[in-house]
Each structure stands twice: as C-alpha cells, then as structure tokens.
C-alpha cells in the first residue's frame, strides 16, 4: 500500500489543501494529512480545532475520497513523522514559482536526513493559485467572506473564532 504524509500547519484548511489532497489520492492509497503543532506559532485555530475542521471540511470537499484520508497532529520533524507512520512519501503543493525555491530546501533537507524518503509535488489549480490561509485569516479579522476559498464548515469555523477575537476598528 502505498502511503504518503501531507503535512502542513493547515491554519485553515483551503480549497487548494483540498485540491492538492485530491490530486495525491490519486496516486496514493492513502494519505495523512499531517498537522503541525509548533510551539513558536500562535495559530488562528488550535491544533484539535484544525484537525476537526480537515475531517469535516474534507467530508464535505471530497466525500468519495475521505475514506483513504487520516488527519492526525505531528510536532517535531516531518521525516520523523512519516517514518512513525510508514510513509515512504511527502505531499506538498506548489501555486506559483515563488513556492518553489522554499519548498526545493525543505524538500532537499528532508531527503538528507531521511534519503528513503522522496517528496512529491502536485501543482494546484489555477483558480486557487492567489490562496493562501493567512490571506483567509485576514480576510475574516475584517470581516470578509472566506466563502469558496475553505469548506463550508472551516469559513464557519474561522469566522467565529475571528468574530471571538478582539473587533475590527471600522473606518468611519
Ligand atoms: O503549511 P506550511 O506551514 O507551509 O507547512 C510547513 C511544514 C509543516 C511542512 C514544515 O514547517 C515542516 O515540515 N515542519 C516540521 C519540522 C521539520 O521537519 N523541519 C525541517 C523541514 S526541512
């Protein structure tokens, strides 16, 4: 069986997440979604409220296909992550060429401390090539609609968690 990690700090989850999980399970049989809990970070979304919102966001995105993804938490490194897991593989996506020099490091460092691990790279759509999670949580601290850019349930999610945080100062 042929398994592979997508690991990330998915804070949130967006459709190009999704994009890029779709594309993976298509050469996968199956794929864990790997989320990051750093220490140094203070993310949006704590860590159980970001693997919550992958397993409904993935249900809701990409119902055929969730039952061959696990969603689990992972702290340290990634190569450590996939060896505890059997993945001989490493998802991540790529939008545009400014992805690349960073993700060409991190993919050269991994196979250096692990060398039977490969990453592999899906390009994502077009359309979601300008998305990104920090720009859907700016987005929704200012009271935008992050609607078609994460699932139904995850724009939910991040807007009450924005709405819970301290309010915009509106320009009157
Ligand atoms: O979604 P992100 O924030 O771009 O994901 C980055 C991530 C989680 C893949 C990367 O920071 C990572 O792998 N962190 C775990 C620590 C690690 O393995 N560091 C060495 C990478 S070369």
């Known amino acids: 069986m042929r398994v592979a990690i997508y690991p990330g700090s998915f804070d949130p989850i967006t ?5 890029v999980l779709r594309r993976s399970l298509g050469v996968f049989d199956r ?3 790997a989320v990051l809990v750093n220490p140094k970070k203070a993310p949006m979304l704590d860590v159980d409220a970001r693997v919550a919102s992958i397993i ?3 249900g809701e995105a990409l119902p055929d296909l969730a039952d061959r993804v696990d969603v689990r938490p992972f702290s340290g490194l990634t190569v450590d992550a996939c060896r505890e897991l059997g993945a001989r593989y490493i998802v991540r996506g790529l939008r545009a060429v400014s992805d690349f020099e960073a993700e060409l490091q991190m993919a050269h460092m991994n196979h ?3 060398p039977g691990i490969d990453t592999v790279f899906f390009m994502t759509a077009l359309e979601y090539g300008y998305l990104s999670s920090s720009l859907v949580r700016e987005i929704v601290r200012f009271g935008g609609d992050p609607a078609g850019m994460v ?22």
């Not at 459709?15 to 994009?19: I, N, P, T």
């Not at 699932?151 to 945080?165: F, K, N, T």
């Open 56 to 58: 409904s966001g993935v």
């Open 31 to 33: 794929v864990v979604v």
């Open 151 to 172: 699932p139904p349930s995850v724009a939910a999610r991040v807007a009450a968690v924005a709405a819970a945080e301290v309010a915009p100062v509106r320009v009157r």
């Open 15 to 19: 459709f190009g997440h999704v994009d």
């Open 112 to 114: 250096r401390l692990a």
